[in-house]
């Protein structure tokens, strides 16, 4: 199969899953109905999947993509005060489609798309450390990814309580704070 014609079953098939949990919850969502909705036989589903949990973090993987960017989404010195834009509209976006989302990550900040979060954001953070030439990239980079990837997890299941704007105007304090702690 043609890598074109590849990501492009793999799109229907993400789009598929997407409209069924947009119906039901992930964990009454069915292989049959996922290939039924995305025109695609139960084949060809497992050709590109071993399961729906790989399809589910293949599917939310953008949410990632887009955590790691507005986390990074500004330039010189950080305003506590003022998440950036993208950073404030990631948390509105994500609390929409909390359901499908609780389902990949884990209070606590585990499960498969926890474990991506925090690869992806803890690989993004210590190289802009590096190229700052800012002190103990590494250990930085770590908290930061643990930080965040637990308080998004945890504000997902419905702790902290909180609303998605003061979520990512508290979040971006706490992540200025941990890049501000002076280091040896």
Do not use: K
């Not at 899953?17 to 139960?42: D, H, I, K, N, T």
């Amino acid at each position: 199969m043609s890598d074109a014609r590849a990501e492009r079953t793999r799109t229907r098939l993400r789009a598929a899953l997407l409209g069924e949990c947009a119906e039901q919850p992930l964990a009454e969502v069915s292989v049959a109905a996922v290939v039924r909705r995305a025109g695609v036989g139960r084949a060809t589903f497992y050709l590109h999947y071993p399961d729906l949990e790989a399809l589910a973090v293949d599917a939310c993987a953008q949410v990632v993509r887009e955590a790691v960017d507005a986390l990074h989404a500004w330039r010189g010195t950080p305003d506590p005060g003022a998440p950036p834009g993208p950073l404030m509209e990631f948390f509105r976006e994500l609390h929409l489609q909390a359901p499908l989302h609780r389902a990949l990550l884990r209070e606590g900040g585990g499960g498969p798309l926890g474990e991506l979060l925090h690869r992806e954001l803890r690989a993004r953070s210590r190289r802009e450390r590096e190229l700052a030439g800012a002190p103990a990239p590494e250990v930085v980079a770590s908290a930061v990814a643990a930080a965040f990837t637990g308080l998004l997890a945890d504000w997902l299941h419905g702790d902290p309580d909180r609303g998605p704007e003061e979520m990512a105007r508290l979040t971006w304090r706490l992540l200025i704070s941990l890049h501000r702690t002076p280091l040896p």
